[in-house]
Nanobody, 123 residues
């Protein structure tokens, strides 16, 4: 089975930066599109970013373009999300997952979710 463990989230001031990590076991990270989603209190889980199996194609939600960067390390089998210029509205639990089939921006296209890591941005 595939296991994913997110880490790196914490309380940070607005304008700050974090590096979120998703350590994957059971499958190479370059086998599927890997995605990051987030969920704020009282809101649906929303797409943040994704990286395709080649590593050369990346996707970002409009709300994070220019501020977030997705990457991966095939040796460490880890996916990263560098989050910069954080805003209070970025607050939420950040999850990574493996796309099985379907549109990359839909949570229903993914499986094997991690436990999530909490990012809290104070104003």
């Amino acid at each position: 089975q595939v296991q994913l463990v997110e880490s790196g989230g914490r309380l940070v001031q607005a304008g700050g930066s974090l590096t979120l990590s998703c350590a994957v076991s059971g499958r190479p990270v370059n086998m599927n599109t890997m995605g990051w989603f987030r969920q704020a209190p009282g809101k649906d889980r929303e797409f943040v970013s994704a990286i395709d199996p080649s590593g050369s194609v990346t996707y970002y939600a409009d709300s994070v373009k220019g501020r977030f960067t997705i990457s991966r390390d095939n040796i460490k089998n880890t996916v990263y999300l560098q989050v910069n210029s954080l805003k209070p509205e970025d607050t939420g639990v950040y999850y990574c997952s493996r796309r099985i089939r379907g549109d990359y921006y839909l949570a229903a296209s993914y499986a094997d979710w991690g436990q999530g890591t909490q990012v809290t941005v104070s104003s």
